[in-house]
């Protein structure tokens, strides 16, 4: 079957040439990507819901940057080029794109309302209507504006339309070597009344790329990695709330500040969240941890599942796009004692650029909006859009995952296996944690296995109670279930993480059993990282190389020259606002296997620097913070040839890589 279909794929393109051979060259405008097999074919995951490609014209560059749809059925989508697009028949395959609005200011969201948008420009929100009805916007109207330092970073996002026509919007840090509020209400979630005026809710935030509001209309944000962020996240934010980063904190003692909170009270002593918001009543811990690299790398919007069922089994679910990952991932929420907290899980990868914005289509299908300009991704396109359609057929899944006072309750989309679903050994949990610090990201920390004491099965085999000892409030618990159906299948993710704040009643049940922590070192030393001269070095390195980094996931060098055998002092200056190592690799295809081997080093990844143990592994430096640089030693292999090198720390291979020339 599987040779047949790439039969059927060269047949049309064969088909296609001769077609364009026969005619006259003048007349053909036909843009050939959307020929090319779904770059997610081969997951498993499509036979579930598959992803279609919407082609767009060679001559839109749709660096996606918002969507909604109108009234009648068109989707307006913005672009980081500053237009808004305004997209006709957008579920065939020959949708019409015309033009709409352009010379914005790189709108990172777009909403629809009483026949116009709204949208969030770098330094304003504004208002564009088509009074005239040519197709094109004639008003432009500021609703309100803040002031721009002219910091790349200075990014900013929405509006979400409240039920009262109130709007939320959100305001990047600048970046400057760590996240900086230059000007005011950077880092703030703001919200805004038609009549244009402002009330600012909340601070804490670094980059709150997605937003917005559950069924019982709280507010929730996503957030990534970076300083005093060790993980992406989703916070559910009220008024006054403190989010975690003390940027914003700048602009507390403005009279319409909701709190009156300042930088130095904010603990920077590695601790846990969880532990300094015992310290700091002001600080929100996180509802949803995304631990890096396992789930995601660089979280944006979301998106809540109120389709009735027309987009299968996950009603009242949350659904939060992974920007680096170029994926979707699932987080099933509940409300314990007063507090948010939930489980994330896998959903659907394979998308073709970052995903950044998604919107619900009439049919309950998920339209994607992505980019990659300067936040590089798995996908390789620079941009693209997409939908994600549900086959009909439903995965046999964990569906939710609840917290109970000495363990968990998981509910699958199908009945299980009731034999080895009573098991205990068929799952596996570890609690783990972040360091909440102003160093950019955090080694995961305070690993610990948890006992699975027993696993009760419900009559219907569509429940199973773990009681699990060593539950910890406060902690990420990662569960491994290796259940399967009734009818033998196994589970299509059978991995989550539950963060969990608080357990009915308050109180957990179960004791913490005798266990040894297993602790993440962050730094690795090994015969293929020194970083000191060798003792044998006698007259020292006989060459010295510099290696750098770019916007993008990229190296400033891409090629790098030395002599079969020479000393070799290679320093790694990472100038980026990243994470990032340098890992130099055998011949051949060496590089490929060491990267897919570090994608899957799960929660041993940061004590190992993402470096597998391997020996297509010649040379490594340690997973660097930005703005910083180390310096490696290494005699060059006496072979000559080219011999790759990596950037290893999940997401980044794909176009973080370079060669080392051996003459």
């Not at 949208?119 to 094109?136: A, P």
């Not at 209400?185 to 804490?204: D, Y």
């Not at 660097?624 to 006496?638: D, G, K, M, R, V």
């Amino acid at each position: 079957m599987k040779n047949d279909r790439y039969i059927n794929y060269l047949s049309v393109f064969i088909w296609v040439i001769s077609f364009l051979f026969l005619l006259p060259q003048q007349s053909i405008s036909l843009d050939l990507s959307v020929l090319a097999l779904d770059p997610a074919d081969t997951l498993e995951e499509k036979q579930y819901y598959r992803i279609e490609t919407i082609p767009i014209p060679n001559d839109v560059i749709l660096e996606v940057g918002g969507m909604s749809f109108t009234d009648n059925g068109n989707l307006g989508v913005s672009t980081r080029r500053g237009e808004v697009w305004l997209i006709e028949n957008p579920y065939s395959k020959k949708p019409i794109f015309k033009k709409f609005a352009s010379g914005l200011h790189e709108p990172l969201g777009l909403t629809y309302k009483d026949n116009g948008f709204f949208l969030t420009q770098r330094g304003e929100l504004s208002r564009i209507e088509d009074r005239n009805g040519d197709g094109k916007a004639d008003i432009f109207k500021t609703v309100y504006s803040w002031p721009l330092s002219g910091n790349y970073h200075d990014y900013s996002y929405g509006p979400v339309i409240l039920p009262n026509n109130d709007m939320l919007v959100t305001l990047n840090l600048s970046w400057i070597g760590y996240g900086e509020s230059l000007v005011k209400w950077r880092g703030w979630l703001l919200k805004i009344t038609p009549e244009g005026e402002m009330t600012p809710i909340a601070t804490g935030l670094r980059s709150p790329a997605g937003f917005g509001v559950n069924q019982a209309g709280d507010i929730f944000y996503t957030e990534n990695q970076g300083d005093w962020v060790g993980s992406g996240r989703m916070t559910h934010l009220e008024a006054g709330d403190f989010a975690g980063n003390p940027a914003g904190l700048k602009w507390a003692n403005d009279p319409a500040s909701p709190l009156k909170l300042t930088k130095e009270q904010v603990p920077n002593k590695g601790i846990t969240m969880f532990e300094a918001a015992k310290f700091v009543p002001e600080l929100k811990v996180p509802a949803i941890w995304f631990p890096h690299t396992l789930m995601g790398i660089s979280t944006s919007g979301f998106l809540i599942d109120e389709t009735a069922g027309k987009f299968g089994p996950f009603e009242g679910q949350m659904l939060v796009g992974d920007q680096g990952h170029s994926k979707i991932m699932r987080v099933f929420m509940e409300n314990v004692n007063g507090v948010y907290q939930g489980a994330c899980f896998p959903f659907r990868e394979g998308f073709s650029s970052g995903l950044l914005r998604m919107v619900w289509g009439n049919d309950g299908s998920i339209f994607v909006g992505m980019t990659s300009r300067g936040w590089a991704s798995t996908g390789k396109a620079p941009y693209g859009l997409q939908r994600l359609v549900w086959t009909g057929k439903t995965p046999f899944e964990i569906k939710e995952m609840k917290a109970l006072a000495d363990g968990f309750e998981l509910v699958f989309t199908q009945p299980v296996n009731k034999s080895k679903a009573a098991d205990p050994t068929t799952y596996k949990m570890t609690s783990f944690n972040y360091h909440y610090h102003s160093k950019y990201g955090s080694d995961i920390i305070e690993r610990q296995n948890c006992h699975i004491a027993k696993a009760e099965v419900s009559d219907d085999g569509l429940k199973v109670k773990l009681e699990i000892h060593g539950l910890r409030k406060g902690y990420i618990h990662e569960i491994k279930a290796d259940v399967l159906s009734s009818s033998g299948k196994s589970l299509l993710h059978n991995t989550g993480y539950y963060t969990l704040n608080d357990v009915p009643g308050g109180k957990i049940l179960t004791s913490m059993p005798e266990m040894t922590a297993m602790e993440n070192s962050g730094s690795v030393s090994s015969s293929k990282r020194i970083t000191k001269v060798p003792e044998t070095w006698t007259d020292g390195p006989e060459v010295s190389l510099e290696l750098g980094t770019k916007p993008g996931l990229q190296y400033d060098t891409r090629t790098l020259e030395v002599k079969a055998g020479s000393k070799v002092a290679l320093t790694f200056k990472n100038n980026d606002d990243m994470l990032h190592n340098i890992v130099i690799t055998q011949t051949g295809d060496a590089m490929e296997k060491v990267a897919n081997m570090a994608e899957n080093l799960g929660l041993d990844g940061p004590d190992k620097s993402y470096v597998p143990d391997t020996d297509l592994v010649l040379f490594h430096s340690n997973i660097l913070q930005p703005e910083s640089e180390e310096t490696i030693y290494f005699t060059a292999p006496t072979t000559p040839g080219e011999y790759r090198y990596v950037c290893t720390f999940p997401g980044h291979s794909y176009s973080m890589r370079g060669t080392l020339i051996v003459k």
